[in-house]
């Protein structure tokens, strides 16, 4: 059974950081394109970042104007996301989620992604 468990979340002040990881297990996605998501309430789910399967290129949304990035560490089948510089619109649920390709026409697209994390709260206070 394929999970992904993020971890990371929690309550931040206006400006500071948080790091999300989001852990794969029941196979390994080393060779796969993996991405976060966010959703705030009464919002659509938005795309926050991906990396390619080497980890080598990454896409971001455009709301992240160099404040976040997003890494992987193969052999820990793991993905970061890490946020800086945060703000209270970057409040919401964060979902880490895991395609079965290597690459993407369209990362952002949440329909090429075929796991998904439960997501973690990330909640920045003004």
């Known amino acids: 059974q394929v999970q992904l468990v993020e971890s990371g979340g929690g309550l931040v002040q206006a400006g500071g950081s948080l790091r999300l990881s989001c852990a794969a297990s029941?196979?390994?996605?080393?060779?796969?394109?993996m991405g976060w998501f966010r959703q705030a309430p009464g919002k659509e789910r938005e795309f926050v970042a991906a990396?390619?399967?080497?980890?080598?290129?990454?896409y971001y949304g455009d709301f992240v104007k160099g404040r976040f990035t997003i890494s992987r560490a193969n052999a820990k089948n793991t993905v970061y996301l890490q946020m800086n510089s945060l703000e209270p619109e970057d409040t919401a649920v964060y979902y880490c989620?895991?395609?079965?390709?290597?690459?993407?026409?369209?990362?952002?697209?949440?329909?090429?992604?075929?796991?998904w994390g439960q997501g973690t709260q990330v909640t920045v206070s003004s």
């Open positions: 990396v390619n399967w080497s980890g080598q290129r990454q």
């Open positions: 989620a895991a395609s079965l390709s290597p690459y993407s026409s369209d990362y952002s697209n949440p329909q090429g992604y075929d796991y």
């Open positions: 029941g196979r390994t996605f080393s060779n796969n394109y």
